[in-house]
């Protein structure tokens, strides 16, 4: 069965820094989606980055940008000048058919 | 603006009552995934739709939950007999096809007391 782990269950980082959040994640099959996404404290969750497995180059989007290592099944989020409003909860996902997530990794963001 | 609609957003009830957690996915969407979200476990996968078909429901306990899709535009999540152990944040989400992206509703907190 497939399986995400997120071993960083809380980070802080100063504001206008860069951290990076990290994710393993476990499969037999080769072609998949990753996932990062986001939840506030409003609860919403918000798709922040998708990666797809068949892609080399690695997805970025604004200040976010992921590190995909396919064959060490690592998918690591880089979020660069951090903002007070990237404060939240982040949950790595992986899909093939479904959709499952990891525990998530609560960020602080420090002014 | 297509989104996702929960409803009710918050529910508390009785321990032995019945409750029934709706989802209206994206229009055009054609799978519907149920999420619960607890501090200890984080976000599980409940059970899924595709075309309304029930492809996987190994995340339930059987014996008190259970999910349908009357209609393309209607997902339901009934939990019966309630127990305090079940109080959470059910999230519904919706896609298109195969695990391409889950476009997420604002959940329901369910508090059984």
């Known amino acids: 069965a497939q399986t995400v782990t997120q071993s960083q269950p809380e980070m802080s980082v100063q504001e206008a820094e860069t951290v990076t959040l990290s994710c393993t994640y476990d499969?037999?099959?080769?072609?998949?989606?990753l996932f990062w996404y986001k939840q506030p404290p409003s609860r919403q969750m918000i798709l922040v980055i998708r990666?797809?497995?068949?892609?080399?180059q690695n997805a970025t989007e604004n200040r976010f940008s992921v590190n995909f290592q396919k064959a060490a099944k690592s998918f690591s989020l880089k979020i660069s000048d951090s903002q007070l409003g990237d404060a939240a909860m982040y949950f790595c996902?992986?899909?093939?058919?479904?959709?499952?997530f990891g525990k998530g990794t609560r960020l602080h963001i420090l002014p | 603006d297509a989104r996702v609609t929960q409803t009710p957003r918050h529910k508390v009830t009785e321990m032995g009552q019945e409750v029934t957690m709706r989802c209206q996915p994206i229009?055009?969407?054609?799978?519907v995934f149920w999420y619960r979200q607890t501090m200890m476990q984080g976000l599980e996968l409940l059970a899924y739709?595709?075309?309304?078909?029930?492809?996987?429901d190994s995340g339930m306990p059987k014996d008190r939950f259970s999910a349908e899709m009357p209609d393309a535009t209607l997902a339901t999540l009934k939990i019966q007999p309630s127990e305090p152990r079940d109080s959470a944040v059910y999230f519904c989400?919706?896609?298109?096809?195969?695990?391409?992206?889950?476009?997420f509703g604002q959940g329901t907190r369910l508090t059984v007391v």
């Open positions: 499969t037999s099959e080769s072609d998949y989606y």
């Open positions: 229009l055009g969407h054609n799978t």
């Open positions: 989400a919706s896609g298109k096809g195969e695990a391409t992206e889950a476009f």
């Open positions: 996902a992986y899909g093939d058919d479904k959709i499952i």
């Open positions: 739709f595709r075309n309304r078909a029930p492809l996987d």
């Open positions: 990666q797809e497995a068949y892609k080399q």
